[in-house]
């Protein structure tokens, strides 16, 4: 929370990581799993601080979901544990300022549960550290800044030069992660610490039941050759209102998104 | 003669040496893991191992079983009677007549083994073992010339000191090469490590006519899971290593060998030994994993496997089919020890190749390979009409769809054997969604947590309905539920019968419940299915069955006991390591010099396999597909 009253004295190894990790589900028969989004950021940790690399959970901790994520060769995780119908952003917060890593790294939004993606903004809004969304890919720490490539559609990417702390959410265009190894999950200690949850009041009220597809309007493309073809299939849609801003100064750059939201009516 | 005094004191240091020599090599195997065999039983029972069982493999190469039965039992007899007649000097021209007689048998076999040795075919290890013939022939002509006075032959003191020399010489050679050397590493110690491996193997059950085939389940809550360096294997294990000959036969018939993947299961298991007894295999003098050079390998008890003395894609190369282990005369297991060599890659290192991460994900969870919605598993059967065992709790027949329920070409098939079912009347039901995959490929890939987890949960579900018998048209299916799931049953149970389709029609055509017509078209042949040939020893039905169409087999060279994989087995297609050749094009080209149109398959990955090869080529159809053809059907 207050991330200047922390230790400065970075090094590129010395950083602590931690990767949030949830319960995933699998598409086509329900089944809990480990997350694609947060496996490549486990993946991405990984990469970065090897088995430094903290895997947190909030929730009731589904024994061999947990030990899917460590199969990926870690020796230890924490687990906050708590019903799975409480909230978990008050105990992961709680948690996160107490012990003040460098980075946290979660996916992009959970395939279970809630799964409003709202998680990071929150974190980040409650200890008042930077979110990077959707991010490819980290390079290597340089006196406490970072250089992280951000996805974007069509296979794009941003460079953006960040100062630790922050929170960032990747995308699924980061490296695939490693498989799990049963072996070592199985060995592997799951600290738990016991929480007083908050029940989430809205959450209880919900019904789940299976997604229906959306109807989708139809594209027609008249389109002779399979060139044109390709093209009216991988162009951007045409939104025309957009407006790039480089070369102004970085108030007018925000006179201007905030105009863009009351505009909008996100800000009233 | 001057040799006198001197021969005891040869032979009982010769003798000495190899003693020394034995208890070294036996601590070697012993630090291996503990597995419990009865010591009396086996030792008592390994005559009849070596004289029965060897031989029946042996015998397939006439030449090399007649060759040995002289060389072998030559040098025994020799053996022992040196002991006597010159060792303890006792004083019998009856037991230097039978010594002579002895030596002279060794000879004779030596010469043989001597003109096999002169173009060795390519499978034969070279190195010492090419020295090994002149080693014979050296010991069995220098006793017999030495036996010569005790016989009375000619007077004891014959010969000047150049013979005596001479004589000594071939002494010291010969009892160096048979004895020092059978402790010591030398190509005799296939007969020391060979008998006992015989007498102490972890298959007993493969003894007297029987077949042990099915994989032992891994105990997840040890330590380490699957075997990582040497020393993981069973002391047995080792032991069985250490008894290989060279002899190539099973580098012959290894379906990935000839493909060019770099595995070779002689050198494989030569391999063993060089990490069972510390070293490197600059030693080994037969043919390399194909694209690998020989001399880099090193290994030693303590030190993992995968990390400098076999590479993993050897391990990932092998399709499973067993042709190496049915071949093998010193009855070694190849698969089991390439599968615990797996077992630690995917359960330790989670490093299981190319697609073998995602196809294993997708058995967790969703029960099969591909990742299909477990719920669907029944769409391919929506116009057939199948009684469900949740609905009807009892059948005679239990009908194991198997994965091919996803697969559009399997379902032909299935489709195929269903019609056959129907038409002979017999009760049947299906588990429909409740089924899952069998655990095949989840095994044969090392990942043996989800393979008990697959066969747990199956094997709940069967214990819930009563049948008498489960029918398959999947001999990876049939092959896991008849030999594999029982260590996995409460005590006493799971004792139903498990048929591949094949047997279960040919059953239905002897009963006369299927009235048929003979086979119209052109010449067919057959393709063993390894799953259900060498590991189930089902030959004979899908052969009778065919042979009631009318057809007339034209086997191909490599068929029955003695069939070359499809390629399809053992998560091979899955894990993928790249070769020279594809396998099932090597089978198709087996296929297409029977000059068969048409070649009957009982087994739906073999289809896939040889179905995959390009056109123009001979049509491939699984034999319900081929009886469904044939059907008469009765007009009501
Ligand atoms: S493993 Fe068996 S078949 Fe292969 S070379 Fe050794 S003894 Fe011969
Ligand atoms: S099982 Fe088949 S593929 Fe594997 S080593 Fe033996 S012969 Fe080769």
Redesign the interface.
């Known amino acids: 929370m207050q991330p200047e009253a922390r230790n400065e004295n970075l090094n590129p190894t010395g950083i602590k990581v931690v990767s949030l990790i949830s319960i995933g589900q699998h598409p086509q028969s329900g089944r809990a799993r480990r997350a694609e989004q947060d496996a490549r950021a486990v993946e991405l940790g990984l990469n970065l601080v090897g088995t430094g690399l903290e895997l947190l959970h909030a929730g009731e901790g589904d024994e061999t979901v947990m030990r899917s994520y460590l199969g990926m060769g870690l020796p230890k995780m924490t687990l906050l544990k708590q019903r799975d119908h409480c909230d978990a952003l008050p105990v992961l917060a709680e948690y996160l300022a107490r012990k003040v890593p460098d980075l946290v790294l979660t996916g992009v939004r959970a395939e279970s549960g809630e799964a409003s993606g709202m998680l990071p903004f929150l974190l980040g809004e409650k200890l008042g550290w930077p979110v990077i969304n959707r991010i490819a890919a980290i390079g290597e720490v340089v006196d406490g800044e970072v250089e992280v490539l951000q996805a974007l559609p069509r296979g794009q990417r941003r460079a953006i030069k960040v100062r630790l702390p922050f929170i960032a959410s990747v995308d699924m265009a980061a490296e695939a992660p490693r498989q799990s190894a049963y072996g070592p999950g199985r060995r592997a200690a799951i600290d738990a610490n016991a929480t007083d949850g908050v029940v989430d009041a809205v959450r209880t009220g919900w019904q789940e039941s299976p997604a229906r597809k959306k109807p989708k309007r139809l594209k027609v493309v008249k389109a002779k050759t399979a060139a044109d073809r390709f093209k009216a299939a991988t162009a951007k849609p045409q939104g025309g209102g957009g407006k790039v801003m480089k070369n102004e100064s970085a108030t007018e750059q925000a006179q201007a998104v905030l105009d863009m939201l009351v505009e909008e009516g996100v800000i009233r | 003669m001057i040799l006198d005094g001197l021969l005891p004191v040869l032979i009982s240091v010769a003798l000495a040496l190899l003693v020394i020599g034995a208890v070294r090599r036996v601590s070697l195997w012993r630090a291996g893991q503990p597995e419990s065999v009865n010591i009396v039983a086996g030792l008592l029972a390994m005559p009849r191992r070596y004289l029965v069982d060897l031989h029946h493999v042996v015998e397939r190469d006439k030449y090399m079983s007649n060759t040995h039965v002289a060389t072998g039992g030559g040098f025994v007899l020799s053996m022992a009677l040196i002991v006597l007649v010159h060792l303890f000097g006792v004083d019998s021209q009856w037991l230097a007549w039978a010594l002579l007689a002895a030596t002279a048998l060794m000879f004779v076999g030596a010469v043989f083994v001597y003109k096999r040795r002169q173009s060795p075919p390519s499978r034969l290890s070279k190195g010492p073992w090419m020295r090994l013939p002149k080693s014979l022939l050296v010991f069995a002509a220098t006793f017999f010339v030495v036996t010569l006075p005790a016989a009375g032959v000619i007077p004891a003191e014959a010969g000047g000191w150049l013979l005596a020399v001479i004589l000594l010489a071939g002494i010291v050679y010969g009892l160096g090469e048979m004895l020092f050397g059978m402790g010591w590493g030398g190509p005799m110690k296939h007969a020391f490590a060979g008998a006992l491996h015989l007498a102490f193997h972890r298959r007993a059950e493969r003894f007297g006519g029987g077949r042990s085939t099915g994989l032992k389940p891994v105990d997840?809550g040890a330590d380490?899971?699957g075997v990582d360096k040497p020393r993981g294997f069973k002391w047995n294990q080792l032991l069985g290593f250490d008894a290989c000959v060279q002899c190539g036969r099973c580098e012959a018939v290894c379906p990935a060998f000839a493909a060019g993947q770099p595995l070779n299961p002689k050198k494989l298991i030569q391999d063993m030994v060089v990490g069972l007894a510390g070293g490197t295999d600059s030693r080994y003098a037969g043919s390399p994993y194909p694209g690998k050079d020989v001399g880099n390998a090193r290994g030693g008890p303590d030190q993992v496997i995968t990390e400098g003395l076999v590479n993993p894609e050897t391990l990932w190369s092998c399709t499973t089919c067993r042709a190496c282990v049915e071949e093998c005369p010193m009855m070694i297991e190849h698969v089991d020890a390439i599968v615990d060599m797996r077992r630690f890659l995917?359960?330790?290192?989670?490093?299981?190749p190319n697609k073998?991460?995602e196809t294993?994900?997708n058995l967790?969870?969703?029960?099969n390979p591909n990742?299909?919605?477990?719920g669907s598993r029944m769409n391919w059967a929506a116009d057939q009409n199948l009684r469900l065992m949740s609905d009807v709790k009892e059948a005679d027949v239990l009908f194991w769809v198997s994965d091919g329920a996803f697969d559009m070409r399997s379902q032909r098939i299935l489709r195929a054997f269903v019609k056959l079912l129907k038409t002979a009347n017999v009760d049947f039901a299906v588990l429909g969604d409740e089924e899952r995959d069998s655990g095949d490929v989840a095994r044969r890939l090392g990942?043996d947590?989800?393979f008990q987890s697959l066969a747990k949960r199956n094997i709940e579900t069967l214990r819930k309905y009563k049948f008498n018998r489960i029918v398959t048209t999947d001999p990876h299916a049939f092959h896991v539920l008849k030999n594999e799931y029982k260590d996995f049953y409460p005590q006493g149970e799971g004792n139903y019968e498990v048929y591949h389709h094949t047997t279960f029609i040919n059953e239905l055509v002897k009963a006369s419940a299927l009235r048929l017509d003979l086979y119209k078209g052109g010449a067919v042949t057959y393709h063993d299915p390894c799953y259900l040939g060498r590991y189930n020893g089902e030959y004979d039905s899908p052969r009778e069955l065919l042979a009631e169409l009318g057809i007339e087999l034209a086997e191909m060279e490599r068929s029955g006991f003695r069939s070359r994989c499809c390629g399809g087995g053992g998560g091979a297609p899955i894990t993928d390591i790249p070769g020279e050749r594809r396998i099932a094009d090597m089978r198709m080209e087996d296929v297409k010099a029977t000059g068969a149109e048409l070649v009957a398959v009982g087994c739906q990955q073999c289809t896939a396999m040889l179905e995959g090869v390009v056109e123009p080529r001979p049509e491939v159809k699984d034999i319900a597909e081929i009886v469904v053809e044939c059907l008469v059907e009765e007009v009501h």
């Open positions: 997840l380490i899971l995917t359960l330790e290192k989670g490093n299981t073998g991460a294993l994900d967790i969870a969703t029960d990742g299909f919605a477990p990942d947590a989800t």
